[in-house]
């Protein structure tokens, strides 16, 4: 029989009940195991992690140079520290953001360097062209 005497499907699932349980039952299960997945993936992330820092706590306790792992925390607290500094002895924040910002930056310091005020530039009067201009 050809295809073009065949009549569309309809839009209700001829199997009925028991084929919706079934579908349903799909995808609790594709959705389990897609959640199983994860789940091996970030013990065993984590199973890497410790495997590692202890790795370094014993390489140091044997090299005599600090852990890496404690060498990258130090680093990430003094950068913290230097990004956001405390305001010492309690002192409140000004009322301005932009101002905490820039002082917490160095944007506020003076660097020397100064704006240029505008002024005009008169036109030279024998004319536009470049041939009379004095050669340097």
Not at 12 to 34: D, Q
Not at 77 to 103: C, K, V
């Amino acid at each position: 029989m050809p295809f073009g005497y065949l009549t569309p499907p309809s839009g209700t699932p001829a199997g009925g009940g028991l084929e919706r349980l079934l579908r349903r039952l799909a995808g609790w299960a594709a959705w389990a195991m897609l959640a199983l997945l994860g789940l091996v993936f970030l013990a065993s992330l984590l199973i890497w992690l410790v495997v590692m820092v202890v790795f370094s706590l014993v390489s140091s306790l044997v090299t005599g140079r600090p852990a890496t792992v404690t060498l990258l925390w130090q680093r990430y607290r003094d950068l913290a520290r230097r990004r956001w500094p405390q305001h010492p002895g309690g002192a409140p924040e000004s009322s301005t953001p932009r101002a905490d910002a820039a002082q917490a930056t160095g944007a506020s310091m003076d660097t020397g360097v100064s704006d240029v005020r505008w002024r005009d530039v008169p036109r030279e009067r024998g004319g536009a062209d470049d041939s009379s201009r004095p050669s340097s």
